[in-house]
């Protein structure tokens, strides 16, 4: 009787993974050259992706391939670029903070000639900005939209 009772409650209890409704158990091997397995190790690169099989489903069914490709250069060029946004912003905080202490804590005169010297901080900061600009426009013109054009003689 006991022996009855306890397959009972095995069977009542489940655990560990849910078996799938169809599960892939069809299995296919294929054989490449070494130029056809470059290739293929190529547009595999290219869709990002990061399982073969996925990879090779969506080949075979046709499916919508998305390529993503992240340059390294222009994403290390963006990041540089914010964090020195970044900075400027603390700068612009620090100036508030620097002029109203000044106008607070020192004489007109005395005052006057600490915010002069600021003034001319300021247009030294004005000049780099203008300049950080022209060489963003730069890095686009000549670096990425020049590669857009590259991409898209060369069919990718």
């Known amino acids: 009787m006991r022996m009855e009772e306890n397959s009972k409650r095995r069977t009542r209890r489940s655990t560990g993974r849910k078996p799938k409704t169809d599960p892939a158990v069809f299995r296919y091997g294929i054989k490449l050259t070494s130029e056809e397995n470059g290739n293929f190790e ?12 996925r990879f090779i489903k969506a080949m075979i069914f046709g499916r919508e391939m998305k390529v993503v490709r992240i340059d390294k250069a222009a994403m290390d060029y963006y990041i540089r670029l914010t964090n020195f946004y970044h900075q400027f912003q603390a700068i612009g905080n620090n100036y508030n903070q620097t002029v109203k202490a000044v106008k607070s804590n020192f004489g007109e005169k005395r005052a006057f000639a600490l915010l002069r010297n600021l003034e001319k901080a300021t247009i030294d900061l004005v000049v780099l900005s203008k300049r950080i600009i022209m060489l963003t426009r730069e890095f686009e013109e000549e670096y990425l939209i020049k590669r857009k054009k590259e991409e898209q003689q060369n069919g990718g």
């Open 42 to 53: 190529l547009l595999f690169e290219k869709s990002g992706m990061k399982q073969r099989a």
